[in-house]
């Protein structure tokens, strides 16, 4: 079974989002900011992190170029999820290193979708 | 019980018959449902205060605009970018090796029932990616019953749910714009594609053979003699050795000797030879 940290300071979308991964067989774990994020994932990797860009404590942005200079061994699969819409925003979370992004709102399809795409699903 | 919009049986019936008249496709009793579901836009665009109005209506001019209307929103469009990723990498794979075989000859490529354009525009990426051994990009003849899903594809115009289902964001970025929240294929890509309606069930195919054909998710909607016939349509578009792609749970088995299974590609069809006859007797 993959596994798949949320990472958002939403309790609903995190609900959403755990609903809808466990519907896709993957075990969920949660994280409220890009700081608590970045200890689970140096603690046991998951396969992927589904990650929101605002966030109080540490940005998704921020908890990227961490993971990135963190040296972690098992690089987990890093999908943007957010209402930060904009081709800019796009381009500089790619340029980041993202390996996918989803934008809000978002449904079933477009997750398994995008999981898929970056060989997780 | 019945409810104010419901639909009587006769005027589903004429409903469905119209849909399989001008398409071909018929809409199983068990969604039936959709007709209902599906015609309520029609109803609130058009003032009318229930379905049995609108059937009122149709039956004054079967052959109009209004009928043009009902068709097109009935048609299931459903379609996705790269929708099913082995079967592109397969076709990238198999178009690579015809291309081989055939030379400098320009390969063509025809996806038949394109609907709003996402299976096309795929292809024109694949192969605008994948420049090396084509002397020049295939030619991609994308068509579809329905006038509507062909203007969306000829715009290239997508919604954030759409542009989402299937397209990785590095080729979403690469080759789509935002206009006013929807998302627009650069004209480069859409230049790639020629666009044409064409009914699978009645007209004849684009001009000229093709070395592959996509008919993906298209024959199932259709009874077991109409997919005879299309097979036919489609065999007579196809070079000798050419592949034609169906659908996940689609095949040629007891329906027609025109394709048979490829060894080389799964889920794809090989083109036989003239002395290929439709099976009459089958199904």
């Known amino acids: 079974m993959k596994t798949c940290l949320v990472v958002d300071d939403s309790k609903v979308i ?13 075990e969920v774990r949660e994280a409220g900011d890009g700081r608590e994020a970045l200890d689970s994932c140096l603690a046991t990797p998951p396969d992927v992190v589904l990650l929101d860009w605002n966030m109080p ?15 972690i061994e098992q690089r987990p699969k890093v999908v943007f999820c957010t209402t930060e819409n904009g ?6 979370a790619i340029e980041a290193g993202a390996d996918e992004y989803v934008m809000k709102p978002f ?9 898929q795409i970056v060989g997780v699903a | 019980m019945i409810g104010a919009d419901a639909l009587s ?18 809409i199983a009793a068990n969604r039936a449902w959709r007709i209902e579901t599906a015609l309520k836009p029609v109803l609130r665009e058009r003032g009318l205060p229930s379905l049995d109005a609108l059937v009122g209506q ?13 068709v097109d929103v009935l048609l299931n469009q459903e379609t996705s970018f790269f929708r099913d990723v082995a079967v592109h990498d397969q076709v990238a794979a198999a178009a690579t090796a015809m291309q081989a075989e055939i030379g400098n000859r320009r390969l063509r490529i025809w996806s038949a029932g394109c609907s709003t354009g996402q299976e096309p525009l795929s292809l024109a990426m694949l192969f605008a990616e994948k420049a090396e051994g084509f002397p020049m990009p295939p030619e991609i003849v994308a068509t579809d019953v329905s006038a509507a899903a062909l203007a969306r594809g000829r715009a290239g115009r997508y919604s954030q749910f759409e542009i989402q289902r299937g397209l990785p964001v590095r080729r979403m970025v690469e080759w789509f714009d935002t206009v006013d929240g929807e998302w627009v294929a650069r004209p ?3 230049r790639r594609v020629q666009f044409r309606q064409q009914n699978l069930t009645a007209d004849a195919p684009p001009p000229g053979k093709f070395d592959l054909i996509l008919c993906r998710n298209v024959m199932l909607y259709f009874s077991l003699p109409l997919r005879r016939q ?9 070079r000798p050795g050419g592949l034609l792609v169906l659908g996940a749970g689609e095949t040629v088995i007891g329906l027609t000797d025109h394709f048979t299974p490829s060894e080389a590609y799964r889920g794809f069809y090989r083109a036989s030879g003239p002395a290929a006859t439709t099976l009459a007797a089958a199904g």
């Open chain 1, 87 to 92: 081709m800019a925003y796009i381009r500089a």
């Open chain 1, 107 to 115: 449904d079933r399809e477009t997750l398994e979708s995008k999981l």
């Open chain 2, 188 to 190: 480069e890509l859409v």
């Open chain 1, 57 to 71: 404590v540490m940005s998704g942005m921020d908890f990227l170029r961490a993971l990135k200079n963190s040296g």
């Open chain 2, 230 to 238: 299309v097979f036919d349509r489609l065999a007579s578009a196809i």
């Open chain 2, 9 to 26: 049986g006769g005027a589903m019936q004429l409903i469905g018959s119209l849909l399989e008249q001008r398409t071909g496709q018929q």
């Open chain 2, 58 to 70: 149709l039956l004054g001019a079967r052959t109009g605009e209004l009928a043009d209307q009902v």
């Open chain 1, 14 to 26: 995190r609900k959403v989002a755990r609903h809808i991964l466990e519907t896709l067989d993957f």
